[in-house]
């Protein structure tokens, strides 16, 4: 249960931050919005690969654990 709170604090601190910068980009000039943009994008991207996919492997871990009676 500790490791699931600390992912979503982890997910909620980069999507959060990525979704400020988005949000704040149209106060930047028109050739610095589409940098922004992007690194915000990639930032999202990159917690989404790295840190929900370990979340789905321990769950399938748990489960074939539980499934086989560990």
Known sequence: MLKRIQVIA??????RNGLQTITLSRYAENAQQIGLIDESS?????ALRELLPKTQEERNALFVGASQGL
Request: charged share 25%.
């Open 10 to 15: 982890a997910m909620n601190h980069h999507v």
């Open 42 to 46: 990639r930032r999202i991207q990159r």
